[in-house]
T-cell receptor
Framework: KQEVTQIPAALSVPEGENLVLNCSFT??????LQWFRQDPGKGLTSLLL?????REQTSGRLNASLDKSSGRSTLYIAASQPGDSATYLC???????????FGKGTKLTVNP | DTGVSQNPRHKITKRGQNVTFRCDPI?????LYWYRQTLGQGPEFLTY????????KSRLLSDRFSAERPKGSFSTLEIQRTEQGDSAMYLC???????????FGSGTQLSVL
């Protein structure tokens, strides 16, 4: 059974800092890995998707990497802003299934 | 089209009652998903539709839960004989097999008293 762990559970940083969020998973036979953002009381917003054959994806100030062999992904946020404050979740799917398995998320607070 | 719409936003019910939630996906999306999320946890997969066909169903979806997507458009999720453990945020998402991106609605928050 796939399990996804995200560390740290919460993170508070001053504005402008670069930061890294970590995601690990127990079964490396994944189809893809996605990072989402969730604002309080809201649904999820897709940020980045990395296919199993890829090693990283970038979108603006966000960069996600994937190391399947070690079962790890990281989300790098450059020059953080107060508007980045949210919970960040990673999730992956396995071949033949549309099911995403999510971690519990990292709650990020960026202080002005 | 303004995205995935879920109704109602909040539902409070008494234990033992039946409830039904509705999800209207983005109009051109053929894939529709239901997830359940409790406080401090990530979403848990419930079920997946491609068009009108229900292709995947989690073991979490007990016989009290049923989901439909008639005509491959909107979807409903019904919970019969609700229990306090059913209290959660129920999230709907849709996607297209032609483009990347999974779009979530704002969810229906269910409270079972």
């Amino acid at each position: 059974k796939q399990e996804v762990t995200q560390i740290p559970a919460a993170l508070s940083v001053p504005e402008g800092e670069n930061l890294v969020l970590n995601c690990s998973f127990t079964d490396s036979a994944i189809y893809n890995l996605q990072w989402f953002r969730q604002d309080p009381g809201k649904g999820l917003t897709s940020l980045l998707l990395i296919q199993s054959s890829q090693r990283e994806q970038t979108s603006g100030r966000l960069n996600a990497s994937l190391d399947k062999s070690s079962g790890r992904s990281t989300l790098y946020i450059a020059a953080s802003q107060p508007g980045d404050s949210a919970t960040y979740l990673c999730a992956n799917s396995q071949g033949g299934s549309e099911k995403l398995v999510f971690g519990k998320g990292t709650k990020l607070t960026v202080n002005p | 089209d303004t995205g995935v719409s879920q109704n109602p936003r909040h539902k409070i019910t008494k234990r033992g009652q039946n409830v039904t939630f509705r999800c209207d996906p983005i109009s051109e999306h053929n894939r529709l998903y239901w997830y359940r999320q409790t406080l401090g946890q990530g979403p848990e997969f419930l079920t997946y539709f491609q068009n009108e066909a229900q292709l995947e169903k989690s073991r979490l979806l007990s016989d009290r839960f049923s989901a439909e997507r008639p005509k491959g458009s909107f979807s409903t999720l019904e919970i019969q004989r609700t229990e306090q453990g059913d209290s959660a945020m129920y999230l709907c998402a849709s996607s297209s097999n032609l483009a990347w991106g999974m779009f979530f609605g704002s969810g229906t928050q269910l409270s079972v008293l």
